[in-house]
């Protein structure tokens, strides 16, 4: 009897700790909630800061920086597709660079020393 006297008298003890635990866990959740809201909205704002920043890769990557001119209408209004290295001299810089035209719309191959 005396046994299960001091058996209720411990996990009385040890229901007061953890409601003390739980109070002071509801107390926090406040504050963690305000932290989950505000790295949530600084992921949003890396989210797009990513995405300006890979805009801005993908027109430096499809741009005509050293301004080569359509062999049709001579525009330099070029969108890079893709380059691929020149058969015979691609180890030396020199890549064959499939541009196509914004105002004729027509594809130009045009090799470029990227070395220079
Ligand atoms: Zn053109």
């Given amino acids: 009897m005396e046994t299960h ?3 209720l008298l411990l996990l009385k003890d ?5 409601e003390k635990e739980f109070s002071a866990c509801r107390r926090n959740a406040p504050t963690l909630t305000d932290v989950i809201n505000h790295l ?3 992921i949003q704002g890396l989210k ?3 995405r300006a920043l890979n805009k801005k890769i993908e027109n430096l990557h499809n741009a005509n920086p050293d301004g080569c001119r359509c062999r049709y ?3 330099i209004k070029l ?4 380059g691929e290295p020149h058969k015979i001299f691609g180890d030396m810089g020199i890549v064959d660079t499939l541009f196509i035209c914004l105002e004729c ?3 130009s191959v045009i090799t470029i020393d990227t070395l220079k």
Avoid: V
Avoid at 14 to 18: K, W
Avoid at 79 to 82: L, T, Y
């Fill in 14 to 18: 040890q229901l007061i700790a953890n």
């Fill in 40 to 42: 949530g909205s600084e």
């Fill in 48 to 50: 797009h800061e990513i």
């Fill in 105 to 107: 719309k027509k594809e």
């Fill in 73 to 75: 209408c001579g525009s």
């Fill in 5 to 7: 006297k001091e058996e």
């Fill in 79 to 82: 969108k890079r597709i893709k």
